[in-house]
């Protein structure tokens, strides 16, 4: 089977001697793997530590919402419990500092 010059898998960035030595590098390499396969450029090590770390702690992010959006003008907060992908939202507020208090 001939397959096109633009079906051959994406470069990867460069992982650093410390990456490699971290503990949940094989695990990296995993998720590398994966991304290779589907023809997808993956994640620095560092982002995919970061990410996943945060996926699994929890986090919060605040944003603001304009007019014309399709949730009403304001701050809002999006909290991620450990594993969940799909936030509790809290919002709208006037202004960043409640909705980061709330």
């Known amino acids: 089977m001939n397959m096109s010059p633009s079906c051959t898998a994406p470069e990867q960035p460069t992982s650093s001697k410390a990456d490699r030595a971290h503990a949940r590098y094989p695990e990296y390499m995993r998720y590398r793997s994966a991304m290779t396969r589907q023809l997808v450029t993956g994640l620095s090590f560092r982002s995919w530590l970061e990410s996943t770390e945060r996926a699994e702690n929890g986090h919060s992010v605040t ?16 909290d991620f419990a450990p594993g969940q992908h799909d ?16």
Do not use: C, M, N
């Open 63 to 78: 944003f603001q919402v304009g007019a014309g959006a399709k949730l009403a003008p304001g701050w809002y907060r999006h």
């Open 87 to 102: 936030p509790t939202r809290i919002g709208p507020f006037d202004t960043e500092e409640q909705a980061l208090s709330a």
